[in-house]
């Protein structure tokens, strides 16, 4: 499962579309305080914008390993800051893509997350 979290409506949709095409699931989330509140209970992957209404991508990223979850996080974002980046590499995020981005580098990176984690139990 894929879980988009972007305030942006045509970019959940695009992504959840290109999700689709290749055949992986994937749930929208137009804020990080949405995202909570479902507390989706399916492994999987967080596509993650870092600048959200409310609380952050980076917050949220906080929050969920604060809590003991282990989603794997890939960030993308708008901004080109090279602080956002290395803060959110070293708070654990799996990759970081600036938009607009590939849409195969962005399958490329979830590929590699996949298979680095396969061997993991239940997030």
Known sequence: MIYIVDDDNSVRKSLARLMKSVGLEAETFASAE????????????????????????????KKL?????????????????????????????????????????LLDAIHALHASTSGDEKQ
Do not use: Y
């Not at 996080?73 to 708070?91: C, G, H, P, W, Y």
């Open 65 to 105: 390993a604060k809590s003991g979850n282990k989603i794997p996080v890939i960030f993308i974002t708008a901004q080109e800051d090279e602080q956002l980046r290395a803060k959110s590499m070293n708070a654990g995020a799996h990759g970081f893509l600036k938009k607009p981005f590939d849409d195969q580098a």
């Open 34 to 61: 949405e995202f909570l509140s479902k507390s989706p209970k399916q492994s999987g992957c967080l596509v993650l914008d870092i600048c959200l209404p409310g609380m952050s991508g980076i917050e949220l990223q």
